[in-house]
């Protein structure tokens, strides 16, 4: 059907975010870091990913960015889950790339509706 690339430093949030879009029929690759973000990308180009503003090491913005900029990710949509939910966070986010910005805690169903209508599902 599809997969998402999560990128979640949070344990929780990594499992909401993977059981509803499993359940949404949503394959589920997981990164930890922007670095494993951008590592993973490379050898398993997900249809989607899901990116926290907040990691470890390079900030989500930063990976957004650095994804728009390659020729071979950048057709690749983001949806930022943050914490960081202010209309200024959502500005800068669509600014860095973004294709869309939901701010946690994350409605499930809402999450699952983007990534589908983002991967055309």
Known sequence: MGT????????TDIQVFSSCLR????DVLIAQTGEEALAKITTHQPDI???DVILP???GFEVCRELKA???T??????????????????WGMKQGADAYLAKP???EELVRTVKQLIKL
Do not use: H
């Not at 359940?23 to 949503?26: K, M, P, R, S, V």
């Not at 950048?74 to 500005?91: E, H, L, N, Q, W």
């Open 57 to 59: 090491g390079c900030s």
């Open 74 to 91: 950048r057709d690749i949509p983001i949806v930022i889950c943050s914490t960081k939910g202010g209309d200024m966070d959502k500005f």
């Open 106 to 108: 994350i409605d499930q």
């Open 23 to 26: 359940q949404g029929g949503i």
């Open 70 to 72: 390659q020729t071979e």
């Open 49 to 51: 990913i899901v990116l």
């Open 4 to 11: 998402a690339l999560v990128v979640e430093d949070s344990l």
